[in-house]
């Protein structure tokens, strides 16, 4: 149904085109530029595009893609480069279209409890304007500093916050978006509740890309919750760590956040960020961050106090508590920093598997075998509230997954274990790039002629985001 | 791209093959059965199908869709028949498919917090079911005693509880489906997260059983909250009511319902069920419902005190506190029933607006502008907190707006008003056979190029309730 393209140069009257649209110094070929766009947080891709744009508005969006489409250029639009399955790569050349400029926070909506914005807003940023009025936009990518809203939503992205609040798309109420077509559309209206034909706004969320540019989103926003307690539990074997992690919702309790970090995670990530808040001793396996939020600090104070008494029974070891805000900032940067110390101690590809939350043990065993068999070390850490863990390989000799085919073997022994657990590839990290030749490990070849379909309908030229998800 | 069919009958060996796959006795063209499944409860509409059909697997209703596939045989899927929009109405006669034998809850997942269900599952025999295990599953429409879980998920359902849990979509996590074309698949993982391919749970959810039938569901389930407390107040001005919803918000409560019901449903229901438990001033233009619940009472009570509080701000009234748990079924009762007994009162069709949540006291007023302009009788109840008014209509002499073209003209004027106050047009009912007609209000051409073109994927031969949403 969909094929990729080849790899081609832009005619001179194509750039001449787009810089009428954008104005010149949006329409960039320098060397520069195209190397600085070539690559995302996946490992060490390099791609180059032939030109990098970065449009202005909704209509100069719309004008770059009808003639992408009608000359059938490919199109790879980029949010921050923050992606870890390599969706914003530009592994066709073509256009790199940034959304970088539209960075506008449009409306925060106190009435409605609602904010419209453009993507290119970085996701802290956004999160600071709406948190000034007293609200709450919970998704927090690790990459929350750096990364954007577009990006996010092309995504699905979660983070730390997810176990409670939920996923971008459930905060997701209404896109304007840019179909390859060069149309524009919204995809829903700014409710709270909506059976009105097909959720288009679902299903633009987590396409990465592929479907459409979302140029304008309207989020649902929450209360901020007024207090959080944040405490940090370490394990002597990280099994246990995982079965602890069902038993605290099973008991009834619904934490903020719940992150998973195994020790050699926490080791590298405090070596580079400088830290020595966290207590270690030799026999700790991996810790368990723990924060509940609420209204009310004495049922926060309760709830942590049970928390920490049912985890004794799971061989939870001694309780550090985070005492003030600096010490809550110093223990979250080390959890969100683990990615990036981990690649820097020479970890390859951040797996981003999902399973089942009781699930987790199993998972858990079954890296570390899959390790001895494979013959790679293995580092765990991510948001076992929701079953999401996320997994770094190292191997020497190995810099990069990709070229490594007994790597590629062990990653589809990962995903047919992560199946059999009745998980799936990607919890929020998407297939992008890297990943879609393990995409038949989940599904069956009518599910992908579905999805294959689906991307025709929208993109009958596949000149957008072509050969990621699937080719 | 797609074509309604025209009505026709089936051809005896068609009925041959129907009873080899199910067993004669579920195969059922008698008069009674035809008529039993000729209606659903939206208005009094009323269309014979050529031909029942009960299967007892997903295999059965693979093979039956084949065969119906293959001859261009139109397809009705059906639940219980509650629906308020005619999604369920055999409009086109051919083969009314009720999922009422698939009626089996597989498996409660305590590890996981999950459930497992056949879509034929009463919802409230499934709610009571998990609660029984502590667990909770929140969206219970009004007719939740006998509707059907399956029935819910082409909808969207929401329901009371929708304001602090979600509706429908928030809690599917994976659906086996079988396609018109009698493949079978599973749309997603039984996991809390997923960033792997296009979301087609999220399609299929409110897809109005236009895309596939539904035969396996598995749901999210969160732990039941231990204590609720439930309160109604009185308002003279039923803006003031729509103005004070909003604030509660706004003070950065979470009420786990926020219901309005307009005094003459409230007298009209009260009468219906022999009630006496609500004290009617003559002044009294419509009623709040508030309910909070979660594990701390004396939060619980603190949330009450001074949402009331509040609520003197705008004008409520003395506040009603139900003091036991009779006293809430008996409140619950007067709001669940609120549809059906002003529907026996001679109000026609259950209009199913949503807007943002502040912008309902300009709805309440429009439709109240309106009935002057048209001249009918509205009364409005509903899930004020999720913005979602439902609208009951009443005309001398009507007993159908569909063959009303007065009441039609009225209709299309009330949805331009949702559409400029950015709501739309079906909060949780969704759009079915009898809205259809406006969805050109709220959506442009593109928009429904893509939604009939993802039909058409699906269903290349416009066999599954086809002319349901749009033609």
Same mark, same amino acid.
């Given at each position: 149904?969909?094929?990729?393209?080849?790899?081609?140069?832009?005619a001179?009257?194509?750039?001449?085109?787009f810089?009428?649209?954008?104005?010149?110094?949006?329409?960039?070929?320098?060397?520069?530029?195209?190397?600085?766009?070539?690559?995302?947080?996946?490992?060490?891709?390099?791609?180059?595009?032939?030109?990098?744009?970065?449009p202005?508005?909704?209509?100069?969006?719309?004008?770059?893609?009808?003639?992408?489409?009608?000359y059938?250029?490919?199109?790879?639009?980029?949010?921050?480069? =923050?992606? #870890?399955?390599? *969706?914003?790569?530009?592994? /066709? &050349?073509? @256009?790199?279209?940034?959304?970088?400029? %539209?960075?506008?926070?449009?409306?925060?909506?106190?009435?409605?409890?609602?904010?419209t914005?453009?993507?290119g807003?970085?996701?802290?940023?956004?999160?600071?304007?709406?948190?000034?009025?007293?609200l709450?936009?919970?998704?927090?990518?690790s990459s929350?500093?750096?990364?954007?809203?577009?990006?996010?939503?092309?995504?699905?992205?979660?983070?730390?916050?997810?176990?409670?609040?939920?996923v971008?798309?459930?905060?997701?109420?209404?896109?304007?978006?840019?179909?390859?077509?060069?149309?524009?559309?919204?995809?829903?209206?700014?409710?709270?509740?909506?059976?009105?034909?097909?959720?288009? =706004?679902? #299903?633009?969320? *987590?396409?990465?890309g592929? /479907? &459409?540019? @979302?140029?304008?989103?309207v989020?649902? %926003?929450?209360?901020?919750?007024?207090?959080?307690?944040?405490?940090?539990?370490?394990?002597?074997?990280?099994?246990?760590?995982?079965?602890a992690?069902?038993?605290?919702?099973?008991?009834?309790?619904?934490?903020?956040?719940?992150?998973?970090?195994?020790?050699?995670?926490?080791?590298?990530?405090?070596?580079?960020?400088?830290?020595?808040?966290?207590?270690?001793?030799?026999?700790?396996?991996?810790?368990?961050?723990?924060?509940v939020?609420?209204n009310?600090?004495?049922v926060?104070?309760?709830?942590?106090?049970?928390?920490?008494?049912?985890l004794?029974?799971?061989?939870?070891?001694?309780v550090?508590?985070?005492?003030?805000?600096?010490?809550?900032?110093?223990?979250?940067?080390?959890?969100?920093r683990a990615?990036?110390?981990?690649?820097?101690?020479?970890?390859?590809?951040?797996?981003?598997?999902?399973?089942?939350?009781?699930?987790?043990?199993?998972?858990?065993?079954?890296?570390?075998?899959?390790?001895?068999?494979?013959?790679?070390h293995?580092?765990c850490?991510?948001?076992?509230g929701?079953?999401?863990?996320?997994?770094r390989?190292?191997?020497?000799?190995t810099?990069n997954?990709?070229?490594?085919?007994?790597?590629?073997e062990?990653?589809?022994?990962?995903?047919a274990?992560?199946k059999?657990?009745g998980?799936?590839i990607?919890?929020?990290?998407?297939?992008?790039?890297?990943?879609?030749?393990?995409?038949?490990?989940?599904?069956?070849?009518?599910?992908?002629?579905?999805m294959?379909?689906?991307?025709?309908?929208?993109?009958?030229?596949?000149?957008?985001?072509?050969?990621?998800?699937?080719?």
């Amino acid at each position: 149904m969909t094929t990729t393209l080849a790899p081609q140069s832009l005619a001179v009257e194509h750039l001449d085109a787009f810089k009428k649209i954008c104005g010149e110094k949006f329409v960039l070929v320098d060397e520069e530029s195209l190397n600085n766009y070539a690559h995302d947080e996946t490992e060490d891709l390099h791609y180059l595009p032939d030109v990098v744009i970065k449009p202005g508005t909704t209509e100069e969006i719309s004008a770059i893609l009808q003639i992408c489409n009608q000359y059938k250029i490919p199109v790879t639009p980029r949010g921050a480069g =923050t992606g #870890l399955s390599g *969706g914003a790569l530009p592994h /066709l &050349g073509g @256009v790199l279209l940034s959304i970088e400029r %539209l960075n506008k926070i449009i409306n925060i909506d106190e009435r409605n409890l609602q904010v419209t914005t453009e993507p290119g807003v970085i996701t802290e940023v956004l999160q600071n304007a709406v948190k000034e009025k007293g609200l709450f936009y919970p998704p927090d990518p690790s990459s929350r500093g750096s990364c954007m809203i577009g990006g996010n939503i092309a995504e699905n992205s979660g983070g730390p916050k997810a176990v409670k609040y939920g996923v971008v798309k459930d905060y997701v109420l209404n896109l304007e978006v840019v179909l390859p077509t060069g149309e524009i559309i919204w995809t829903g209206a700014n409710v709270l509740k909506n059976s009105t034909g097909y959720n288009l =706004t679902q #299903l633009m969320v *987590g396409s990465e890309g592929t /479907l &459409g540019v @979302v140029t304008k989103i309207v989020l649902k %926003l929450i209360p901020h919750p007024k207090y959080d307690l944040l405490m940090l539990v370490p394990f002597q074997r990280l099994e246990k760590a995982g079965e602890a992690v069902s038993a605290i919702f099973r008991a009834g309790f619904n934490p903020s956040a719940l992150e998973l970090v195994e020790i050699d995670a926490l080791l590298i990530t405090s070596k580079m960020v400088g830290s020595s808040l966290v207590p270690v001793t030799e026999d700790t396996a991996a810790h368990l961050i723990i924060e509940v939020d609420g209204n009310n600090m004495d049922v926060l104070m309760q709830d942590m106090e049970a928390i920490a008494a049912l985890l004794t029974e799971y061989e939870g070891g001694e309780v550090y508590f985070a005492d003030d805000a600096q010490q809550k900032a110093e223990l979250w940067k080390l959890r969100r920093r683990a990615a990036e110390a981990v690649k820097i101690d020479g970890y390859t590809i951040e797996e981003d598997t999902v399973v089942p939350r009781a699930e987790l043990p199993a998972l858990i065993r079954g890296v570390k075998e899959l390790g001895r068999q494979y013959d790679f070390h293995a580092v765990c850490y991510g948001h076992a509230g929701d079953g999401n863990l996320h997994i770094r390989i190292k191997k020497p000799g190995t810099r990069n997954s990709q070229n490594d085919p007994a790597m590629q073997e062990a990653l589809r022994a990962l995903f047919a274990l992560v199946k059999d657990l009745g998980g799936t590839i990607s919890g929020e990290h998407g297939i992008g790039l890297v990943q879609k030749d393990f995409l038949p490990i989940v599904f069956d070849p009518v599910q992908l002629r579905l999805m294959k379909s689906i991307k025709a309908v929208f993109d009958p030229n596949n000149i957008l985001n072509a050969g990621k998800i699937f080719d």
